[in-house]
């Protein structure tokens, strides 16, 4: 009989010790977005522009980066290669955009939901000697950051973010 105690007690308190590992009513990444894929296009000139896919699950939204003041983290794109740099601002097309007061924030805001696709152009820079492999360059794989915040219509998540490949 002390055995079977001592083992359900080991078994809930292991039970107890992995969930501690989550914090309580934050939701994982998967359970908000569904991310397909970044891809890039060769414009030339040594420019880039890079794709981003996502689906926004459930009553989720995502905070536009056309943020003016203070609140909810806006999305934003960032490079890791320091040969890289982004060129104008990170473009927004959403099947469903909603902009108006958001009761979480008490502002207006711009906000998407289901599908939204990002669009950065990135600029390849040259090197000291101002030489540039085109061919190497055109065929490396690169590196960025997507960032963002989700909120639905009564918690926000703390600022997540998805390793991109491109």
């Given amino acids: ?9 080991i078994l809930s308190c292991s039970f107890v010790a992995l969930q501690a590992q989550r914090l309580p009513n934050v ?7 569904e991310y397909y894929g970044a891809k890039r ?3 030339g000139d040594n420019i880039y522009e890079i794709e981003i896919k996502l689906k926004i699950k459930g009553n989720w939204s995502i905070y536009s980066n056309q943020i003016e003041n203070s609140g909810p983290v806006p999305i934003s ?3 890791k290669d320091p040969l890289l740099e982004p060129i104008g601002d990170l473009v927004e097309e959403g099947n469903t955009v909603i902009d108006e007061m958001d009761p979480i924030f008490k502002q ?10 990002l669009r950065q152009k990135i600029r390849i820079k040259r090197k000291e000697n101002n030489s540039l492999s085109i061919p190497v360059i055109r065929i490396s794989k690169y590196t960025g950051y ?12 703390p600022p997540l973010g998805i390793d991109l490949k491109f």
């Fill in 1 to 9: 009989m002390k055995k079977i105690f001592l083992c359900a007690l």
């Fill in 27 to 33: 939701p994982q990444q998967t359970e908000i977005l």
């Fill in 41 to 43: 296009k060769w414009l």
């Fill in 146 to 157: 997507l960032k963002y915040q989700a909120c639905n219509h009564n918690k926000c998540t």
């Fill in 108 to 117: 207006k805001l711009k906000k998407y939901k289901n599908l939204i696709t």
């Fill in 77 to 79: 794109f960032s490079v």
